[in-house]
């Protein structure tokens, strides 16, 4: 177990390459969006934990190469009924950013959404071409 001091996310920086998380809207709310990253000979599949949530509450955005999912739950109905001494049900929303690469583009994301896990799958980026051979002059 990790000090206080250190949070949730020591090891965030460390375990996401090459998916980087947490400085691209990473909000993990205790232990919503735990992720399993798997990598195939064509591409990634991705696994992520979204227990009580729904599909519609679940968004997908791609912009600038990072793959970003929001889900969002709102529990807050007034309830005279009962009086509750604790509520751990979350209430809120939560977000995670993956960089995918520049040449992934929507259609190649897949996504299902079934038993509360979140199932994505897209393909490797092309390892980018460098040029050839021309020597460099050093002053």
């Known amino acids: 177990m990790l000090p206080s001091i250190f949070g949730e996310d020591l090891f965030d920086d460390f375990m996401d390459f090459p998916f980087y998380g ?9 232990g919503l969006m735990q992720t399993d990253i ?8 991705l696994d992520v934990d979204l227990p009580g949530f729904d599909k519609k509450d679940i968004h997908l955005e791609l912009k600038d190469g ?15 009924k009962n009086h509750y001494l ?4 979350f209430t809120g929303s939560c977000s995670r950013s993956f960089y995918v690469g520049d ?13 509360g896990v979140l199932k994505l799958s897209f393909p490797k980026e ?3 071409q460098l040029s050839g051979g021309n020597n460099i002059a050093i002053e």
């Open 103 to 115: 040449t992934v583009q929507e259609k190649d994301v897949h996504a299902k959404f079934e038993g």
């Open 86 to 89: 604790r509520k751990e049900r």
């Open 38 to 45: 798997r990598e195939t000979k064509d591409g990634y599949e």
């Open 126 to 128: 092309e390892p980018k």
């Open 22 to 30: 947490s400085r691209h809207g990473y909000q993990n709310a205790h």
């Open 66 to 80: 990072y793959l970003t999912i929001k889900a969002s739950r709102n529990q807050e109905k007034e309830d005279r």
